[in-house]
């Protein structure tokens, strides 16, 4: 095993909150998908991070906390922003609060915005960091700025190698797509990235009125409804063609279910039993897969747009175009 990567341990963790302080680079597993964890109040470290991911600097990043306490140091929240934090904290979901001043955050981890995107993570590896680091940690998700995201450490190991000074491995993300992001400093509260929560659960949970997500077109890719939600992203090398019922010879096929192609070679299947949260879970690792294989396409099976499978169908589409 290379050495920039360790088990999770006491010792890994130690490490990493070791390094933090430091101002070195850190990835750890969250439950969403891998992030790269710098002290956001390091403009040394944060500049790392940016060049690591080669991120453009309009795009800022978001910050993992583990107290409400923490919240309030660097974000004001009123009480709907509050009520929706204390029924998905931790767990997938970030909010975007308006920021309050503080040494804890760098303009520049923020993109020297007026807002801040907060999320409390359900990972067991990062909540150990963030109680010995005592500080918020900045963590974007573990991927080449635009190429698919990681959700385990040969992943980030394949996108960083040896210019990440440290990897623990947890195993795999439990859900394989990135947080909800929800948008609390409009009103109504408008959904900015699709995740694994959707705008009817939260409305269901807390009674708050929530804007769906604003899919976008190439016409407005000009004007990210989110800063750095650029319209291309998740993206194989490999050109992506999705909606695909009958693949062509050289495909390297994506499929879903059994009910189509499922003697194409080569192909990987989502899902057979045509669920879409094993479909979720599945889907970097298989791209990432196919990609390696450097076929002329990867073609990609209609997926159910219901649930969780509009986040997959909006990534899917983003990773085509
Ligand atoms: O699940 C996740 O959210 C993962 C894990 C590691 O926590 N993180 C993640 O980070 O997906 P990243 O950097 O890949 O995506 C962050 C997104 C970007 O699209 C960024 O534009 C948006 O959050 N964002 C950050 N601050 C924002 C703000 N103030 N307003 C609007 N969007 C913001
Ligand atoms: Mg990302």
């Known amino acids: 095993m290379d050495k920039n990567i360790l088990k999770e341990s006491n010792y ?8 933090l302080n430091c101002g070195k680079l850190v990835a750890i597993q969250t439950e969403t998908v891998y992030g790269v964890a710098c002290n956001p109040g390091n403009i040394k470290s944060i500049k790392k991070l940016y060049e690591l991911k080669q991120r453009p600097a309009f795009n800022p990043l978001i910050i993992h906390v583990n107290s409400f306490k923490m919240v309030e140091e660097i974000a004001y929240a009123d009480k709907f922003s509050r009520l929706v934090m204390e029924k ?12 309050k001043k503080s040494n804890l955050i760098h303009d520049f981890a923020i993109s020297g915005l007026e807002t801040i995107a907060i ?11 963030l109680l010995r680091f005592r500080k918020p940690i900045a963590a974007p998700s573990a991927n080449e700025s635009g190429y698919v995201s990681a959700t385990d450490a040969q992943h980030v190991i394949d996108s960083f190698g040896k210019k990440i ?14 947080s909800t992001i929800l948008d609390t400093t409009s009103k109504p509260f408008e959904i900015k990235r699709l995740g694994v929560i959707d705008n009817q659960k939260i409305e269901n949970l807390t009674g708050i009125k ?23 992203h998740y993206s194989p090398i490999t050109p992506l063609k999705i909606n695909v019922l009958k ?5 390297a096929f994506l499929n879903f279910g059994t009910k189509i192609f499922i003697h194409h070679k080569p192909s ?9 949260d094993e479909a979720a ?8 897969k196919l990609d390696k294989l450097n076929k002329s396409r990867i073609a990609v099976a209609p997926i159910p747009n219901k649930g969780i499978g509009k986040t997959i169908n909006e990534r899917l589409h983003r990773a085509s175009i």
């Open 210 to 232: 929530i804007n769906p997500f604003q899919f976008k077109s190439k016409d407005n890719n000009i004007k990210p409804n989110s800063p750095g939600q650029m319209l291309k």
């Open 281 to 288: 879970y599945n889907l970097f690792d298989y791209l990432r």
């Open 119 to 129: 999320r409390m993570p359900r990972s067991k590896v990062l909540n150990n960091i």
């Open 268 to 276: 990987l299947n989502l899902s057979k039993k045509s669920n879409l």
């Open 165 to 178: 000074d440290l990897i623990i491995n947890s195993g795999r993300s439990f859900y394989g797509l990135e």
């Open 247 to 251: 693949p062509k010879h050289n495909d």
């Open 88 to 99: 998905f904290w931790p767990g997938p979901l970030t909010l975007i609060l308006h920021r």
């Open 12 to 19: 890994s963790i130690n490490k990493a909150v070791k390094y």
